[in-house]
């Protein structure tokens, strides 16, 4: 069963400056729910790999950040679907630990967990982290357009971008765009 790592907010749910706080702030992008349940029911595992730094913060906690979780699960589960996994760093930029993207260690905890190796799935994201992390892990880089993604696309166009074969990243409009074309076979994990 082929792996597809996903960010969370960006790429499943808005977005928002002010931190998604808990399940009235989680608001899926239209499409998201319905691509994840179909590229499951095509037989593709899928995790999701997220910063959650708001833990940290104290700007939620973790019933919050674990309802989100569940009603995620619980509407992609609705659509005849499921994810394999959720794993998220709790740390703030400043803590310095493993598992915050772009470090790698939210993919390592993925590939333990599920035991199964990450190394060519496809990572989809909205950031230059998200990139960051696939790339150094192995893994396929997407870039989706919503969330952080036309920002992030301005800077893969930049002369200063720190990701090695910048101009060879995929990019989707959105999550269900990025399910089209994988279910189509226009693009395919442990292919770059």
């Not at 394999?84 to 390592?108: E, M, N, V, W």
């Not at 950031?127 to 800077?155: I, M, Y």
Request: overall charge negative; glycine content about 10%; aromatic content about 4%.
């Amino acid at each position: 069963m082929p792996l597809v790592l996903l960010d969370r907010d960006g790429v499943i749910n808005r977005d928002s400056d002010d931190y998604i706080r808990g399940p009235a702030d989680w608001e899926p992008i239209p499409g998201s729910i319905e691509a994840i349940a179909a590229l499951s029911k095509s037989g593709y595992q899928l995790a999701v790999v997220t910063n959650q730094s708001g833990l940290s913060r104290g700007y939620f906690g973790l019933d919050e950040l674990e309802a989100i979780h569940a009603e995620l699960c619980r509407q992609v589960e609705e659509q005849g679907g499921c994810l394999a996994g959720i794993f998220y760093c709790p740390h703030s930029p400043d803590q310095d630990c493993a598992c915050r993207k772009p470090a790698t260690g939210l993919l390592l905890a993925a590939e333990q967990a599920l035991g199964m190796s990450a190394k060519g799935a496809l990572f989809i994201g909205d950031s230059l982290k998200d990139l960051q992390a696939a790339r150094a892990h192995g893994c396929l880089p997407v870039l989706v357009r919503t969330g952080k993604g036309e920002a992030t696309l301005v800077s893969l166009q930049g002369a200063h971008v720190d990701l090695e074969n910048a101009d060879q990243v995929a990019v989707f409009d959105d999550l269900a765009a990025v399910a089209r074309a994988i279910i189509d076979g226009e693009l395919i994990p442990g292919m770059s």
